[in-house]
């Protein structure tokens, strides 16, 4: 074989080698985010479906943060290595906003799991007048967090009953 053909050959088993087909990127477990904030996704669903637990480090209201649940639904895995998702947080208890978030799981040539996540938080306001001041929208992205043996998301949550923590 000449050398045109081997660099061929090596050139399409390189090509092999980093496919995304061959890494998929799974939602499932815990994930941290550019703002320190905490994620936790259990199993998804064959449906695609899945729920998990938010804890945010970032508040509009102050005070005790709680966490707060999370449902979503991701493409199907089968048909791509890299899908896509979207979920919504109603934050428990010390927020009146809802946030909904659309993404793309991505893997990349080392192994390491990212979630790019584009965001809208819509804030409750008193009037329609003000709704032009409701929604935020950001970008936040998420890489997997190796969680210690025995830790969930529920161990990292501060605690709201301590007496610094206001009644709510």
Not at 108 to 120: I, N, Q, S, V
Not at 138 to 148: A, D, Q
């Given at each position: 074989m000449g050398s045109g053909g081997l660099a061929l050959l090596l050139a399409l088993a390189l090509v092999t080698c980093v496919s995304p087909a061959g890494r998929k990127c799974e939602l499932s477990g815990l994930w941290r985010n550019n703002q320190e904030s905490l994620m936790e996704i259990s199993a998804v669903r064959d449906d695609g479906g899945f729920q998990g637990k938010y804890l945010t480090r970032v508040s509009l209201a102050g005070g005790c943060i709680r966490v707060s649940p999370l449902k979503g639904a991701q493409h199907d895995l089968g048909e791509v290595a890299w899908p896509t998702f979207g979920f919504t947080v109603r934050w428990e208890r010390f927020s009146n906003a809802t946030a909904v978030f659309?993404?793309?799981?991505?893997?990349?040539?080392?192994?390491?799991?990212?979630?790019?996540?584009?965001?809208?938080?819509?804030?409750?306001?008193?009037?329609?007048?003000?709704?032009?001041?409701?929604?935020?929208?950001?970008?936040?992205?998420?890489?997997?967090?190796?969680?210690?043996?025995?830790?969930?998301?529920?161990?990292?949550?501060?605690?709201?009953?301590?007496?610094?923590?206001?009644a709510l």
């Open positions: 659309v993404g793309q799981c991505f893997v990349d040539a080392g192994g390491k799991e990212t979630l790019a996540t584009t965001w809208l938080l819509r804030e409750a306001v008193g009037s329609l007048e003000e709704d032009w001041k409701a929604t935020r929208v950001g970008r936040n992205v998420f890489t997997r967090k190796r969680s210690h043996r025995g830790k969930t998301l529920q161990s990292w949550s501060p605690s709201c009953e301590d007496g610094l923590a206001p």
